[in-house]
Structures are given as C-alpha cells and as structure tokens.
C-alpha cells in the first residue's frame, strides 16, 4: 500500500516537473493567452499533475 502511494506520488511529481518546465518556456504574452502569470504556474502543473493521476 505505501509503495503504491509512492509510486503514485513520484509519477505526479515527474508530470509536475515536465508541466513547469514546458510552461516556463513560454512568453509571458503566450502565458497570458492561456490564462497564467508566471507566478501562477507551479499551483497550475501541480493541478494538472494531480488531475491526470486521478483520471
């Protein structure tokens, strides 16, 4: 059960770490496009990283 929530954590962790580095490769112009500030993009990949772990 604890190696399954490890698991689980570590695979949400590396979608986090590629949505950040994707997201921060863009202009803050494109950012805002998509409704984002720079500050707001941690709290967004974790959600996403969550989001996709519990689809």
Known sequence: MFLA????????????N????ELSQLDDRALADIGLSRGE????A???????ESA
């Open 5 to 16: 929530q490890l698991i689980r954590f570590l695979r949400s962790w590396r979608r986090y």
């Open 18 to 21: 590629q949505s950040v580095r």
């Open 41 to 44: 993009i941690p709290a967004a």
């Open 46 to 52: 974790w959600a996403a990283a969550e989001a996709a």
